[in-house]
């Protein structure tokens, strides 16, 4: 099988590489809204942190930033400076004098980007490990209860962890339906019975971008008596998440996406402080251990959120994602939520008023109160549109399979006139049928 990654932008290049673009880059100003997003960014209070991320292609529109956030520029200093002086010069010594707390320290830094106090939140592995070391260490905390229940908006990594933590535990995992769109709260809460020892879901869905009421989905799985699992990739530095407010038990995410932490970064995970001492690492490892130097061959798990870490911290990933994330705080969450919804509600308003004659479905919610910093688009034709915009409109978007275009408004760095033109290149692309150039077929692209 042909594994295709991404929007197969590389190899669409290589296909139309000698056809001259047809459509019109704009901007556009004497389209409809124009006038209104440049007044809004004129109004904007995070319009200077652009500037504080690369950006070599203002032509570009880069709506993935909730896939790969753009580099911040501080992180090219940071990470020089961890490998020159750091590691080149420094050496071993480092590690007493930055590097050994350093997963603790990012982990305090992320902690009030989400409602939790530092010593609730630290960094390790990647979300799909922390997921299975969060989750397993649930499911053995919950003595007599071996069922775990999700939607299907989740994530796939999360579905594959849950069904084997599930499975292994000799339970079962439950995926509720949804509509595609909307989080099936009401069928959710139906499904938590007196066997569920969990209830974990995406704050934020990954392709529609419906956000949860995580003060009534934690509330009804506690009143059932199961613990809650948040997963916030999603969710995290697009908008405002209060895990203390909603009492909340366990959470984890990632940091390249809206925390701009670069490719691979590590995630972080979050244990409440009353439930720490409860659980234990399932995947134990000398980094998780109350004292790693002493060597010895019996595990104590460290005090605190801490025993959740297994083994070395990657170092160099951490330094950069501690400059993104550093970024996102110094901006502020309110401000942040505030820039993204308004920024979903302009590509709302101008779908309305170019996409949705185009044969274009908005498959995001309608409420702004249930979703996130993207939105999802759906096409008949939307592999070979999405192919299209990418070359012709110099708009990067995400393809999710099978027939929609994901747009990521990342809001420390998506102008209201990006989103504006971002939108009225797609309608022309599709006017244009500058898509007839692209082969329908996917599985003839990797
Ligand atoms: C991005 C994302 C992940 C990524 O997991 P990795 O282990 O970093 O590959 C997991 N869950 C959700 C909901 C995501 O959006």
């Given at each position: 099988?042909?594994?295709?990654?991404?929007s197969?932008?590389?190899?669409?290049?290589?296909t139309?590489?000698?056809?001259?673009?047809?459509?019109?880059?704009?901007?556009?100003?004497?389209?409809?809204?124009?006038?209104?997003?440049?007044?809004?960014?004129?109004?904007?209070?995070?319009?200077?942190?652009r500037?504080?991320?690369?950006?070599?292609?203002?032509?570009?529109?880069?709506?993935?930033?909730?896939?790969?956030?753009?580099?911040?520029?501080?992180?090219?200093?940071?990470?020089?400076?961890?490998?020159?002086?750091?590691?080149?010069?420094?050496?071993?010594?480092?590690?007493?004098?930055?590097?050994?707390?350093?997963?603790?320290?990012?982990?305090?830094?992320?902690?009030?980007?989400?409602?939790?106090?530092?010593?609730?939140?630290?960094?390790?592995?990647?979300?799909?490990?922390?997921?299975?070391?969060?989750?397993?260490?649930?499911?053995?905390?919950?003595?007599?209860?071996?069922?775990?229940?999700?939607?299907?908006?989740?994530?796939?990594?999360?579905?594959?962890?849950?069904?084997?933590?599930?499975?292994?535990?000799?339970g079962?995992?439950?995926?509720?339906?949804?509509?595609?769109?909307?989080?099936?709260?009401?069928?959710?809460?139906?499904?938590?019975?007196?066997?569920?020892?969990?209830?974990?879901?995406?704050?934020?869905?990954?392709?529609?971008?419906?956000?949860y009421?995580?003060?009534?989905?934690?509330?009804?799985?506690?009143?059932?008596?199961?613990?809650?699992?948040?997963?916030?990739?999603?969710?995290?530095?697009?908008?405002?998440?209060?895990?203390?407010?909603?009492?909340?038990?366990?959470?984890?995410?990632?940091?390249?996406?809206?925390?701009?932490?670069?490719?691979?970064?590590?995630?972080?995970?979050?244990?409440?402080?009353?439930?720490?001492?409860?659980?234990?690492?399932?995947?134990?490892?000398?980094?998780?251990?109350?004292?790693p130097?002493?060597?010895?061959?019996?595990?104590?798990?460290?005090?605190?959120?801490?025993?959740?870490?297994?083994?070395?911290?990657?170092?160099?990933?951490?330094?950069?994602?501690?400059?993104?994330?550093?970024?996102?705080?110094?901006?502020?969450?309110?401000?942040?939520?505030?820039?993204?919804?308004?920024?979903?509600?302009?590509?709302?308003?101008?779908?309305e008023?170019?996409?949705?004659?185009?044969?274009?479905?908005?498959?995001?919610?309608?409420?702004?109160?249930?979703?996130?910093?993207?939105?999802?688009?759906?096409?008949?034709?939307?592999?070979?549109?999405?192919?299209?915009?990418?070359?012709?409109?110099?708009?990067?978007?995400?393809?999710?399979?099978?027939?929609?275009?994901?747009?990521?408004?990342?809001?420390l760095?998506?102008?209201?006139?990006?989103?504006?033109?971002?939108?009225?290149?797609?309608?022309?692309?599709i006017?244009?049928?500058?898509?007839?150039?692209?082969?329908?077929?996917?599985?003839?692209?990797?």
């Amino acid at each position: 099988m042909v594994r295709k990654r991404w929007s197969g932008r590389e190899s669409s290049r290589a296909t139309v590489a000698a056809v001259s673009p047809t459509v019109d880059l704009g901007p556009f100003p004497d389209s409809d809204g124009y006038d209104d997003a440049r007044t809004a960014d004129s109004a904007d209070p995070l319009a200077g942190f652009r500037d504080r991320f690369a950006d070599d292609d203002p032509e570009l529109i880069y709506l993935d930033g909730n896939s790969l956030g753009r580099l911040p520029l501080a992180a090219v200093s940071a990470v020089e400076h961890a490998v020159r002086t750091q590691w080149g010069s420094r050496l071993i010594r480092s590690w007493n004098e930055r590097w050994w707390t350093l997963a603790q320290d990012v982990g305090g830094r992320i902690a009030p980007l989400i409602g939790a106090t530092a010593d609730e939140v630290i960094v390790a592995d990647s979300t799909t490990v922390n997921l299975h070391k969060l989750a397993a260490a649930a499911l053995t905390a919950q003595d007599g209860r071996d069922g775990v229940v999700t939607d299907d908006l989740n994530f796939p990594s999360d579905v594959h962890v849950l069904r084997s933590v599930a499975t292994a535990a000799g339970g079962e995992l439950t995926v509720v339906p949804s509509d595609g769109v909307h989080g099936p709260v009401e069928e959710l809460i139906g499904a938590l019975s007196d066997s569920t020892a969990l209830l974990s879901l995406s704050a934020t869905a990954f392709k529609s971008g419906y956000t949860y009421d995580l003060d009534r989905l934690t509330a009804a799985a506690h009143e059932a008596g199961a613990l809650v699992l948040w997963d916030l990739s999603h969710a995290a530095g697009a908008v405002v998440v209060d895990l203390a407010g909603a009492g909340a038990d366990l959470a984890v995410g990632c940091t390249y996406k809206f925390l701009n932490g670069g490719p691979g970064s590590p995630a972080y995970l979050f244990v409440r402080r009353g439930l720490q001492e409860r659980l234990q690492n399932p995947i134990a490892g000398w980094w998780g251990d109350a004292d790693p130097f002493e060597f010895g061959l019996d595990h104590v798990g460290a005090p605190g959120v801490s025993r959740f870490q297994t083994g070395t911290a990657p170092i160099l990933s951490l330094v950069g994602a501690e400059a993104g994330i550093d970024v996102v705080a110094d901006a502020g969450m309110e401000a942040i939520d505030r820039k993204g919804r308004a920024l979903v509600a302009r590509a709302e308003a101008q779908f309305e008023a170019r996409l949705a004659l185009l044969g274009m479905r908005w498959a995001s919610p309608r409420d702004p109160a249930r979703r996130g910093a993207h939105a999802l688009l759906a096409h008949d034709d939307a592999w070979r549109i999405c192919q299209a915009l990418i070359e012709h409109g110099r708009v990067i978007p995400d393809f999710r399979a099978p027939d929609t275009i994901r747009l990521g408004f990342a809001p420390l760095t998506t102008s209201h006139v990006e989103v504006h033109t971002a939108i009225e290149r797609l309608a022309r692309v599709i006017e244009s049928d500058a898509a007839a150039g692209y082969s329908a077929d996917r599985s003839a692209v990797t």
